[in-house]
């Protein structure tokens, strides 16, 4: 079964931005039936050394450990805003799709001057700077006016077409404002880019918060969308399903029991 059995035609960019949502959903018949994303909630990650990396982001990044298990280890500035889950993996990951994570930070010289003084940084425009980190997980430090500092700002892909890849993401729950994807106060960015699937890659799956879990399981079977899994947990209950480009979601209810500091 196709992941995306409704045939759409990609938006058109206009002056540089995608179209808006009602752009969009004029060409979606019914796309977001079911399907609303409340926060990115986080972004997980298979690592070979996730002490490495968990260590650089608390150290340098204005991070903290929130928990760790035998299997992962959550960090991340706040525990009710954007996090990152680092997965205990078979070393040598490759980025595959992704292209970086971007973290908010209010002042971007004070942030950069917590990093290593060898760190090779790029400036790509005013007010960013990208990198790689630990275990080659790419970042960027985005200069912003509000919020919380070293949230998750944005996360980028890099794919073969990212009018289609916009549009089919746009089926999946992600708003459309002002032409680009969001859930919740994040960012989805896409940049043009041959990329193969990797044997270990690098990025697990972007944890999408919703209302409920239930309803995503049923509009994912109604639209023949591939799932991947589902997890009944004990703070959680989650449907895994294959997007464009590989990029696995996964839209996770938490459930009133669930708690982080």
Do not use: C
Not at 73 to 96: C, I, M, N, Q, S
Not at 103 to 111: G, I, K, P, S, Y
Request: hydrophobic fraction near 40%.
């Amino acid at each position: 079964m196709p992941p995306f059995p409704f045939p759409v035609d990609p938006p058109s960019p206009i002056n540089g931005n995608f179209p808006t949502f009602a752009r969009v959903a004029t060409r979606i018949v019914g796309s977001l039936r079911g399907m609303k994303i409340e926060t990115l909630d986080h972004i997980a990650l298979w690592v070979g050394d996730r002490d490495e990396l968990a260590e650089f982001l608390v150290d340098r990044m204005g991070m903290h450990v929130i928990d760790r298990t035998d299997k992962f280890t959550l960090v991340g500035a706040d525990a009710r805003r954007g996090k990152l889950t680092l997965f205990a993996a078979d070393p040598e990951r490759a980025p595959g799709p992704l292209s970086r994570i971007g973290l908010r930070v209010f002042d971007l010289d004070e942030a950069l001057a917590e990093l290593p003084p060898d760190l090779a940084v790029e400036r790509p425009e005013e007010g960013r700077v990208e990198f790689e980190g630990p275990q080659r997980v790419p970042f960027a430090l985005v200069a912003a006016d509000d919020g919380v500092a070293y949230d998750l700002d944005h996360v980028a892909f890099r794919v073969a077409d990212p009018e289609t890849t916009f549009t089919q993401l746009a089926q999946l729950g992600f708003d459309v404002v002002g032409g680009r994807l969001k859930a919740g106060d994040t960012f989805v960015e896409l940049e043009q880019g041959e990329t193969e699937e990797p044997e270990r890659p690098l990025l697990n799956h972007l944890g999408l918060r919703v209302e409920s879990a239930d309803h995503h399981i049923r509009e994912a079977e109604a639209r023949g969308l591939e799932i991947a899994d589902i997890v009944d947990a004990a703070n959680t209950y989650a449907v895994f399903v294959w997007g464009p480009d590989r990029i696995k979601l996964e839209y996770v209810e938490h459930k009133p029991t669930f708690s982080l500091v």
